[in-house]
């Protein structure tokens, strides 16, 4: 099972988000996307789901922070106590024992991130 975790600025645009995710591994075989709970109503990844018919995961504030990430972002972790929020969300979401395929990908117009978190199934 793998989630596909997002992060993104205000004003990213749909292209941005679906570069993130293409740049972190693209969208095969993931199962829901991820991302800070205040940002699950966002429009723009209401459509990005849409498009890939996939549900969103709003994850809390506190379970973002409780994650250590292998990436880093000083205004990220001021903002929302995580230092990837694409990573932190993706590995809440996927659960115990989901490891990252890959650091954070990074949108080439820097407003999106993506993660990708994964589980075997047992």
Do not use: N
Request: glycine residues 10%; aromatic residues 2%; positive net charge.
């Amino acid at each position: 099972m793998r989630i596909a975790g997002l992060g993104f600025r205000k004003g990213a645009a749909l292209g941005s988000l679906r570069d993130a995710l293409t740049a972190a591994g693209g969208a095969e075989g993931v199962v829901a996307l991820a991302t800070a709970a205040e940002k699950a109503d966002d429009a723009v990844l209401k459509a990005l789901a849409s498009e890939l018919r996939l549900p969103v995961r709003g994850i809390a504030p506190a379970a973002l922070a409780a994650v250590e990430t292998q990436t880093r972002s000083a205004r990220v972790t001021q903002r929302f106590g995580a230092g990837s929020v694409a990573e932190a969300a993706a590995l809440v979401a996927a659960g115990p024992g989901a490891r990252l395929l890959q650091p954070r990908a990074i949108s080439r117009d820097r407003m999106a991130t993506a993660a990708i978190a994964e589980i075997m199934d047992k």
